[in-house]
C-alpha cells in the first residue's frame, strides 16, 4: 500500500514557469510533510517542510501548499530556473504501520526539466 | 564538516556473496537510517535505529541486516547478496524523531550484484 502518492513523474517547465508537483497522502496520522531536492549522483537533501497547522509556507521561489481536508499537498516553484532540474520527492512523517519509531514515507519522485 | 559518508561508494557482488556498506555521521545525530533508491521507486526505508545499540525494521527488511555498535555509526549488511538487491544505498541521519527534525542524507553506494 503506497500511503504517499507523487505526481506526476516527470515535468517539463519553461523557464520562468511555474513548477508545480502534488503528493496526496492517505494516513492521517501524519504530522510532517517535508520536500526533498535530489541532483544526479548525489543524496536528497532538505528542500522545505510543512506542518498540517498551517495551509502554506514560503521560502523564496518555493511554496508548499497544504490542503489537510483533502489529505494533499503540492510543490510550486516560482521562476523556474534551470538549475531547479533536479528529482524531487515528497515525503510524510509519523508512524509506521508496524509501530515503533517516527520515519520518512516518500513519494516516488518527480524528474524535473527545466528549458531555457 | 563531513555531515554522513558513506564507504563504498561503488561495488559489485556476485550473487551469493556478503558485504557490508558502512555509514559514518559526525553530527551526533541519534537517529540512523538505511535507505535503498530503484527508478520509479522512490525511497524505500531498509532499517532504521533510534540510538546507538538499538535497530529496527523498516517498509523493506528482508535480506538485510544492520548494526549501531556505536552513535557515529550504522552498519548495512548484506549476508547474501541476490540481484534484486542491485540498488543506490543512501544512509542518512538525524538529531531526533523526522517531524520536524532535518534528515541529512550521504552521497549514496552504487551496487550491482551479478
Known amino acids: 500500500q503506497q500511503q504517499v502518492k507523487q505526481s506526476p513523474q516527470s515535468l517539463i517547465v519553461q523557464k520562468g514557469g511555474i513548477s508545480i508537483i502534488n503528493c496526496a497522502y492517505e494516513n492521517t496520522a501524519f504530522d510532517y510533510f517535508p520536500w526533498y531536492q535530489q541532483f544526479p549522483g548525489k543524496g536528497p537533501a532538505l528542500l522545505i517542510a510543512i506542518r498540517p497547522d498551517v495551509s502554506e509556507k514560503k521560502e523564496g521561489r518555493f511554496t508548499i501548499s497544504f490542503n489537510k481536508s483533502a489529505k494533499q499537498f503540492s510543490l510550486h516553484i516560482m521562476d523556474s530556473q534551470p538549475g531547479d532540474s533536479a528529482t524531487y520527492f515528497c515525503a510524510a512523517s509519523g508512524p509506521y504501520s508496524g509501530g515503533g519509531a517516527d520515519g520518512l514515507t516518500f513519494g516516488k519522485g518527480t524528474h524535473l526539466i527545466i528549458q531555457p | 564538516n563531513a555531515g554522513v559518508t558513506q564507504t563504498p561508494k561503488f561495488r559489485v557482488l556476485k550473487t551469493g556473496q556478503s558485504m557490508t556498506l558502512l555509514c559514518a555521521q559526525d553530527m551526533n545525530h541519534e537517529y540512523m537510517y538505511w535507505y535503498r533508491q530503484d527508478p520509479g521507486m522512490g525511497l524505500r526505508l531498509i532499517h532504521y535505529?533510534?540510538?546507538?545499540?538499538?535497530?529496527a525494521k523498516g517498509e523493506v527488511p528482508d535480506g538485510y541486516n544492520v548494526s549501531r555498535l556505536k552513535k557515529q555509526n550504522f552498519l548495512l549488511g548484506l549476508e547474501s547478496a541476490a540481484p534484486s538487491q542491485t540498488s543506490v544505498y543512501f544512509c542518512?541521519?538525524?538529531?531526533?524523531?523526522?517531524?520536524?527534525?532535518?534528515?541529512?542524507f550521504g552521497e549514496g553506494s552504487w551496487l550491482t550484484v551479478v
Open positions: 542518512a541521519s538525524s538529531y531526533s524523531r523526522p517531524t520536524g527534525n532535518t534528515i541529512y
Open positions: 535505529s533510534v540510538g546507538e545499540g538499538t535497530t
